[in-house]
């Protein structure tokens, strides 16, 4: 009889093809040939002829089966097998699926989120050219929409280097087969650049800590690393690593990673940004040597090949990257360390929309792994699942040495406007970065542009404009002069006078980094000033180049957004200045007190790290705020027991769950008449549902606070359910049957049952 694979007859596969569309979203059935059937394993890459015309497709086999769904003499061949190896292991098959449901994704689009680019490329060498884009995120999304009507071969390109940026031309036309032409108008769009690149060179090329000594822990970090070992062991556990910036956090990861790989288990770390966070990552490299391999946003296509290639083989045990690390093909996984656990990046936002978090979680459950959550200043929802039994928490209340917490002054800029003082720097913060500058020590000075602009206060007495229904900012909208609620749609007029002081000196709030930094080089012309921001870090290799040259002492000061904000540990560094606090304050966002916290605490920790010791000073219109207060105090059990109450009093996460569906369109009365049609729909089924209707809290059709982008209008429709896991299945059933409902409209419609932004 037939040579089968398994004994019982498997002779069929069961594939997912690769192509990205809903209508081909399922398992198909395949015959396996006589002569593949000793090749043929879950997880292999084959080509399979597909449609009316028989053409050759990629996909991936995701079982193998004794019947198929299809008759036998209607039933197709796989043609080939294309790799030696399975490229996905089968310990993550199941996480396909489970990414689908979770994410509302394709099929396909979890696999390619679990292979590199570089694989379905097929490529092997290197070229001169490489292709960037110019703008990322959102705008990206938009484009390929946008674009999406009009060429393939576009979209194809936009999609890829949106999966990987700094691709050799080359590459970029082997994998998407589009013509040089297409490309060269997308260049002409000024969405894509081309440059002309040297021989590539890793970017990553900070010299080993070589004096790196075994560091006798603290008796904090010695009884985390023996709680972490000792799940190790059994297999299993989540826990979430509190520790003040400075306990030496980094220390516990890679002696807990260090435990894992004396076990025969391998470890997967993410940090939130690899360019910026150079230290943690360093410490990493020295430690674990060849058996780490650093997923880096600089590697080539080719190179990240290699690199994926060394991990599916198994030869590393350690991996350190960004989020999409998170899917690094070990077979042995034993541990999942969350660096800054708190951070937004995690959450993806492209499709699929996952969070690295919940896919960590659900890895470690899957692979019988431990998760370890670290950061100083944890979401809200994750000590809150914490204090629900949800994670153990591991609490480091001490720096290293004993170093104290560094003083946190906070200045009252109204203050500074009573006195006439117009300039961004308060008395106090000018005479501290004098001393600084005259001691030849160095300073960082943040200076927030999230919520730039947006909100209105007053500069007199620090008011902030709200919503009367939901306790959120209002939005300022140039082109009405009014002021919007983005959560309930209420709208309100432009205050003339302060509504609480009634001075004039309300207005809408912003300033930038480069007149930011124009204004400190005319009040210290002779200071150093290094500035990082989006403007100056777009290039390859920018943010080490700046890091390091700050770090070696060619700079005074380093001024920069929120990006300085993580991770960095320069001991010279005795003065941190926080130009504006208040601007993340007013988003309007139901964590905008939570955002605001951790980066000021975030980056006051940068701060007395070395002998000198150091100092913060925080300037702000509202020093009486809770967020700047407890920041103030390090004190982060106290905010979060105050913000906790604001949260459950309100209906905010963690006590709901918000699910968004995005919708863009270039009519604004289309895309009005679909969001306001989806409501009413979703509001019919669920009246019809009694688990739906006992979940709900509320849903309601608005204009998205980023009301239009790149000429197309957005709105979005927000569900608002009780977070019970129950009421979470049966939201997730709802949503596919609305997006399927909406999949022949044109408008462009997202579904993001776990969005941590509602911009
Ligand atoms: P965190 O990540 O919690 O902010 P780090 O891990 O960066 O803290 O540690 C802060 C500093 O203390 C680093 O320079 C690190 O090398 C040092 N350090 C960590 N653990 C120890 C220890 N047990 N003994 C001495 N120095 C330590
Ligand atoms: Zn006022
Ligand atoms: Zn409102």
């Given at each position: 009889m037939r040579g089968s694979?398994?004994?019982?007859?498997?002779?069929?596969a069961g594939v997912i093809i690769d192509q990205a569309h809903p209508s081909l979203d399922r398992v198909f059935h395949y015959i396996i040939p006589p002569e593949l059937r000793e090749r043929v394993q879950v997880g292999m890459r084959v080509q399979v002829p597909f449609g009316t015309s028989n053409r050759m497709v990629e996909g991936y086999v995701v079982r193998l089966d004794t019947a198929a769904d299809v008759p036998d003499d209607k039933i197709k061949a796989?043609?080939?097998?294309?790799?030696?190896?399975?490229?996905?292991?089968?310990?993550?098959?199941p996480l396909i699926g489970w990414m689908k449901e979770e994410y509302h994704c394709l099929s396909i689009e979890a696999i390619r989120c679990m292979i590199p680019p570089g694989l379905r490329a097929n490529v092997k060498k290197k070229a001169q050219k490489l292709v960037f884009l110019n703008d990322y995120g959102d705008v990206v999304e938009e484009r390929i929409d946008h674009i999406a009507r009009k060429s393939k071969y576009m979209t194809d390109v936009l999609r890829l280097l949106a999966q990987q940026d700094g691709i050799p031309l080359e590459e970029v036309r082997a994998v998407t087969g589009a013509p040089l032409s297409s490309i060269k108008s997308l260049e002409k769009r000024g969405w894509i650049r081309i440059e002309q690149q040297e021989v590539y060179r890793n970017p990553w090329d900070y010299e080993p800590d070589t004096g790196v000594q075994p560091k006798a822990l603290t008796d904090e970090q010695r009884s985390a690393i023996e709680t972490l070992e000792a799940a190790l062991i059994r297999g299993c556990g989540k826990f979430l690593l509190q520790g003040v910036t400075g306990s030496g956090k980094t220390e516990v990861y890679i002696q807990a990673a260090q435990k894992a790989l004396a076990l025969n288990k391998q470890v997967i770390v993410l940090v939130p940004e690899i360019s910026l966070t150079p230290q943690t990552v360093e410490r990493f490299k020295s430690h674990f040597g060849q058996r780490v391999a650093i997923l880096h946003s600089g590697l080539s296509l080719g190179e990240r090949y290699d690199e994926w290639r060394r991990i599916r083989n198994q030869q590393v045990d350690v991996v350190v990257g960004a989020r999409s690390a998170i899917f690094a093909p070990f077979e042995r996984l034993g541990l999942i360390i969350v660096d800054e656990?708190?951070?937004?990046?995690?959450?993806?936002?492209?499709?699929?929309?996952?969070?690295a978090v919940g896919v960590a979680r659900k890895r470690c459950e899957l692979e019988g792994a431990v998760l370890l959550l670290g950061s100083a200043t944890p979401s809200l929802t994750d000590y809150y699942l914490a204090e629900k039994g949800m994670y153990k928490t591991i609490k480091m209340k001490h720096r290293v040495d004993h170093r104290p917490l560094p003083p946190v002054e906070i200045v009252d800029m109204r203050k500074e406007i009573e006195l006439g003082n117009r300039s961004i720097l308060s008395g106090a913060l000018y005479r501290a970065l004098a001393d600084v500058l005259q001691k030849g020590e160095q300073a960082i000075l943040l200076l927030n542009?999230?919520?730039?602009?947006?909100f209105v206060s007053c500069r007199s007495c620090g008011f902030v404009v709200k919503c009367h229904n939901c306790d959120i900012s209002l939005t300022y909208h140039a082109y009405d002069k009014t002021l919007k609620c983005h959560y309930c749609g209420a709208s309100y007029p432009y205050p003339n006078v302060c509504p609480g002081c009634g001075s004039k000196y309300i207005k809408h709030f912003g300033i930038g980094t480069q007149r930011a930094e124009e204004e400190i080089k005319k009040l210290f012309p002779q200071a150093r000033i290094i500035r990082m921001d989006m403007d100056t870090t777009s290039t390859k290799g920018a943010h080490q180049r700046i890091l390091r040259a700050f770090g070696e002492g060619k700079y005074d000061i380093l001024l920069g957004t929120?990006?300085?904000?993580?991770g960095l540990d320069f001991p010279r560094v005795t003065l941190v200045g926080v130009i504006a606090a208040d601007t993340s304050l007013h988003l309007p966002d139901y964590r905008s007190s939570e955002k605001a916290f951790q980066l000021i605490t975030q980056v006051a920790g940068r701060a007395g790290r070395g002998p000198r010791g150091g100092r913060v000073i925080i300037q702000t219109?509202?020093?009486?705020h809770y967020a700047i207060q407890f920041a103030a105090r390090h004190d982060y059990v106290g905010f979060y027991s105050r913000e906790i109450e604001i949260r459950r009093q309100f209906l905010y996460p963690p006590f709901s769950h918000i699910i968004r569906i995005l919708m863009m369109d270039e009519k604004e009365e289309d895309l009005i008449r679909l969001a306001i049609d989806t409501r009413d729909w979703l509001k019919q089924r669920i009246d019809g549902s009694p688990v739906l209707k006992q979940g709900l809290i509320d849903v309601g059709a608005y204009s998205a606070p980023l009301e239009r982008i790149n000429n197309r209008y957005r709105w979005q429709v927000l569900i608002r359910i009780r977070p019970d896991d129950i009421y979470k299945q049966a939201y997730h059933r709802l949503m596919d049957e609305c997006l399927e409902r909406l999949m022949g409209v044109k408008e462009t419609t997202i579904v993001d049952f776990y969005p941590l932004s509602l911009l």
């Open positions: 694979l398994v004994e019982g007859g498997v002779v069929y796989i043609d080939s097998v294309l790799d030696d190896y399975p490229v996905l292991p089968q310990s993550m098959i656990a708190h951070e937004d990046s995690y959450k993806s936002d492209m499709q699929p929309r996952y969070h542009r999230r919520g730039y602009a947006q929120q990006m300085i904000a993580k219109y509202q020093p009486q």
